[in-house]
């Protein structure tokens, strides 16, 4: 069956940062865009950051330009989400989601495939 498994959550102090993965498998990874999303407690969710099928097309968030970056292994079949500089802010819940055919599209309603997601702590 197609499994998303998200690794890598942690606690981190402010200034600190965190790598991400998603472990990917029961689907054709390389026809996927391949997304990131987060939920913070009482807010919906948000789009953090995408890459097309073969990387060739990346996006943000406003709010983690500069800050994290999103990269893919399409030979492991896996999708990475290096956050630095981490802010309180950044604080939620992270998941990956899968795109068939997409074009790395920030809305969360085009991702047809979802991980369960991995809790990242910020401290001030």
């Known amino acids: 069956q197609v499994q998303l498994v998200e690794s890598g959550g942690g606690s981190v102090q402010a200034g600190g940062s965190l790598r991400l993965s998603c472990a990917v498998s029961?689907?054709?990874?390389?026809?996927?865009?391949m997304g990131w999303f987060r939920q913070a407690p009482g807010k919906e969710r948000e789009f953090v950051a995408a890459?097309?099928?073969?990387?060739?097309?990346?996006d943000y968030a406003d709010s983690v330009q500069g800050r994290f970056a999103i990269s893919r292994d399409n030979a492991k079949g896996t999708v990475t989400l290096q956050m630095n500089s981490l802010k309180p802010e950044d604080t939620a819940v992270y998941y990956c989601?899968?795109?068939?055919?997409?074009?790395?599209?920030?809305?969360?309603?085009?991702?047809?495939?979802w991980g369960q997601g991995t809790q990242v702590t910020v401290s001030s």
């Open positions: 890459v097309s099928q073969i990387g060739a097309k990346t």
């Open positions: 029961g689907l054709d990874f390389s026809t996927y865009a």
């Open positions: 989601a899968g795109d068939k055919w997409g074009s790395a599209s920030s809305r969360h309603g085009d991702y047809e495939q």
